[in-house]
């Protein structure tokens, strides 16, 4: 049975009707005839969307204890047993209770999909791991439940539930978001025009990516090569010259002129070593790709035209800019040079021949020294020479035949011999030195135009001829050879450069916002893959013979390209580390074992990236409750308080910083209300799903009919003067704790005052905020 197909509604915000449009969506199905089943909806109280529950069969949930108190998750072994043809599974982004079986929501979701079931689900903006500091800082909320941006690319639709500001602010008015008591806090916070708006834009930012990469995927499965101008992306070649910055700045000029186009700069690595890049140049100009708010880009390739013609292709850019030929006009009568070639066979993708200070001053001589190579044609050229240039000589020292001696002569075909080794290497100067010998003693070793040799003499020279033939043939070659295998260590030194610099940095290639994610990404663009995936094994699949090309035995940790990969044995290259936990998976062209040692580089710092990631997380996960450990004794400071909060309580959920300032203003209203040398009290327990907050006084305490007249602001309830009155303490106190999804409510202190009660859930009992334990 093949994989499931995964099918996710986005929002920008809770309330947008992301639930609503995935029990519509079942429900149609459902009508159509199709086997729908609900894993698991949170209606959170909305009447509309729990009305389209109605009809639709639901799966049971699995019930479990935690910290003396039962939650209910997604019971994934029902849904699998149950095998229905759709299942609804609302917030992808979920943190399960402990003893769940995974971790995460979207764990279980991966577990259903494997066994062949498609899955509808839901997930909000705010939750995806690469956007989750921006929102942050947008809003002011953290939040702690996340989901890998892979896994929602992965997914085979995602469709935006898309609603303006104004609309969602109106539905919360009207009481069809939250409750009406919690309707003023939310639209004073989380829910502000600013807010909705920023958030709207990176749900649509992130979608455009993603449909960016669904289109790639579609022009690569159906082989399309010509350019799709669907949007202005401009590629500016680099050859490392110190032309480099007016192409770059030229190039943005370019990419400026139409909003939101990419710039892209690309520099081509010979795979034969063979370039005059420096160093320097590269790294001063990637950083001013950087400044200009483009990407710097590093591909392998043995022609230069070929590769960056494939990187525009493959990045389906518009426009391309290189520079104009630094060669002189008698070189380029020879060869049309890379500017010519690529213009010529660029097709619909637009190409700019930039001037520069470099225009026709020629190559350096540093940049010719490592043409000792000897390719294919080098060697075709050297067996030509060969063959026409001993001919020639031939008939040159026939005419001349009685003026120099039979050793002129040798010295003449051994001196063609080194020629064609020079030219074309080791086996066009033994074709060379072998024919030569023939021809010398046909026509030149007496007796003339017969194979035979009767001078001694003449057999020492002819033998001598040759066995120094072969010697400079020979080293001729060993030497190409090393120089060869010099420049393949120099361009595998610049790939493993730049890696090691987008590491350092941080950077990622276009559209990859994580470390792990940047660094799969570049090396499918550095080889000119069709996919690069990096699978983990799965513990709970056992090891067996062909395990390797079971596609339940691995799971997806990041991905680039079309179509992952979901088994080592689906690309034509494989690389595990991690003792074999890990393989990074090659798909689109088997590279040569040359290549091997990058490969291996990439994929131990994958493996890096990924532990990395990981500890991030978990330190994310850590980080609230190590900033809230002592929040009732920040939140008391300097007041005259005794708090009694015994050790072991659960943990509750909350953000520390709101948390701080409701404690903070209910203790100094009570110290106003307290009589003089009376400390406020302060108690924490748990009871249930909630953990209550306590802060007493002794003062005068208030009628039970004017108790929810202290939470209007500045009250004084009666004949109280300004020091004794509430102020603005409790009114603030009540909304900050409603925001948090908390309550805030009085009773009498037994023997007179008042009590005020903060009462929070427990952790997993509500997501997406900090977890927060006192001590």
């Not at 400079?472 to 090393?482: E, K, N, P, Q």
């Not at 079309?562 to 074999?580: H, I, K």
């Not at 009666?718 to 908390?742: I, K, S, V, W």
Request: charged fraction near 25%.
């Amino acid at each position: 049975m093949g994989r499931g197909s995964l099918r996710i509604y986005l929002g920008a915000a809770p309330g947008v009707g992301k639930t609503y449009a995935m029990l519509a969506e079942g429900a149609r199905r459902g009508q159509r005839g199709t086997d729908v089943v609900v894993g698991l909806v949170e209606t959170h109280g909305r009447p509309r969307t729990a009305a389209l529950l109605d009809g639709l069969e639901a799966v049971p949930r699995r019930t479990l204890r935690h910290r003396g108190a039962e939650f209910t998750e997604l019971d994934v072994a029902a849904v699998i047993a149950r095998a229905p043809r759709v299942a609804l599974v609302d917030e992808l982004a979920h943190t399960n209770v402990p003893g769940a079986g995974n971790e995460k929501r979207w764990q279980d979701v991966e577990e259903i999909l494997a066994a062949g079931i498609d899955v509808v689900s839901t997930v909000n903006v705010q939750h995806l791991d690469s956007l989750n500091d921006v929102v942050e800082r947008i809003t002011g909320v953290p939040q702690r439940e996340t989901v890998p941006d892979e896994v929602v690319r992965r997914a085979d639709q995602i469709e935006l539930i898309d609603m303006t500001p104004q609309a969602l602010r109106r539905r919360m008015a009207h009481g069809n978001v939250y409750a009406p008591d919690k309707v003023d806090a939310a639209l004073g916070n989380y829910f502000r025009v600013g807010n909705l708006t920023a958030l709207r834009e990176l749900a649509l930012l992130w979608l455009a990516g993603k449909v960016d990469d669904q289109l790639g995927r579609y022009r690569a499965d159906h082989d399309i090569r010509g350019t799709w101008e669907a949007r202005e992306r401009v590629v500016v070649a680099l050859t490392g010259g110190p032309e480099g910055d007016t192409l770059i700045r030229r190039a943005a000029r370019i990419a400026d002129r139409t909003k939101g186009t990419d710039l892209l700069a690309v520099h081509v690595t010979r795979s034969d070593g063979l370039t005059g890049a420096a160093p320097a140049h590269l790294t001063r100009q990637r950083a001013l790709v950087e400044h200009l708010g483009g990407s710097y880009h590093q591909v392998v390739g043995g022609s230069v035209p070929d590769a960056l013609l494939d990187f525009a292709a493959g990045v389906n850019a518009t426009q391309l800019v290189l520079g104009a030929s630094r060669r002189g006009r008698a070189a380029q009568l020879f060869s049309r040079g890379v500017g010519v070639t690529t213009t010529a066979r660029s097709g619909s993708i637009d190409v700019h021949l930039v001037t520069h200070e470099e225009t026709g001053q020629g190559r350096r001589w540093k940049a010719l020294r490592a043409a000792w190579g000897v390719p294919a044609k080098r060697r075709g050229a050297g067996f030509a020479a060969a063959a026409l240039g001993l001919p020639l000589l031939t008939f040159a020292l026939t005419e001349a035949r009685g003026q120099i001696t039979l050793s002129s002569d040798i010295l003449f075909f051994q001196a063609a011999v080194i020629g064609v080794a020079l030219i074309g290497g080791l086996y066009p100067a033994l074709f060379a030195a072998i024919a030569g010998s023939l021809l010398l003693n046909y026509h030149f070793t007496p007796p003339v135009h017969e194979f035979t040799v009767h001078a001694p003499e003449a057999f020492f020279q002819l033998v001598v001829f040759v066995v120094v033939g072969i010697t400079v043939s020979t080293i001729v070659d060993v030497t190409a050879r090393r120089g060869r295998e010099a420049a393949r260590a120099r361009a595998d030194a610049e790939i493993l450069s730049t890696l090691a610099g987008d590491i350092l940095r941080g950077d990622a290639p276009m559209g990859a916002r994580r470390p792990l994610t940047g660094i799969i990404e570049r090396l499918r663009e550095t080889y000119a893959l069709d996919a690069v995936t990096l699978l983990e094994r799965n513990p709970r699949v056992p090891a067996a013979p062909g395990g390797l090309r079971d596609p339940r035995a691995w799971t997806i940790v990041a991905t680039a390209g079309s179509r992952p990969c979901t088994s080592p044995d689906a690309g034509e290259t494989d690389v595990l580390v991690d003792e074999g936990a890990l393989a990074l998976v090659l798909r689109g062209r088997p590279l040569p074992a040359a290549d091997r040692r990058v490969l291996e580089a990439f994929a131990a710092q994958a493996a890096v990236a990924l532990r990395h990631q990981r500890l991030a997380e978990t330190a994310g996960r850590v980080r609230p409750l190590a900033a809230a450990e002592d929040v009732v004794p920040r939140a008391v400071g300097d007041a005259d308080a005794e708090i009694r909060v015994p050790d072991g309580l659960p943990e509750m959920v909350a953000d520390p910083m709101l948390l701080e300032r409701v404690l903070a203003n209910l203790v100094a209203s009570a110290a106003r209300l307290n009589p003089p040398g009376a400390p406020v009290l302060v108690t924490a327990s748990a009871h249930g799903d909630r953990l209550e907050l306590r802060v007493v006084d002794r003062g005068p305490g208030i009628p039970p009919a004017d108790r929810d007249r202290v939470f209007e602001p500045f009250q004084r309830l009666g004949d109280r003067d300004d020091r004794t009155g509430a102020g603005l303490g409790p009114a603030l106190a009540r909304g900050l704790t409603e925001a948090m999804g908390g309550t805030l409510t009085t009773e009498e202190t037994p023997g007179g005052g008042l009590t005020m009660i903060v009462s929070m859930p427990l952790v997993a009992a509500g997501p997406g905020a900090a977890e927060v334990r006192l001590t």
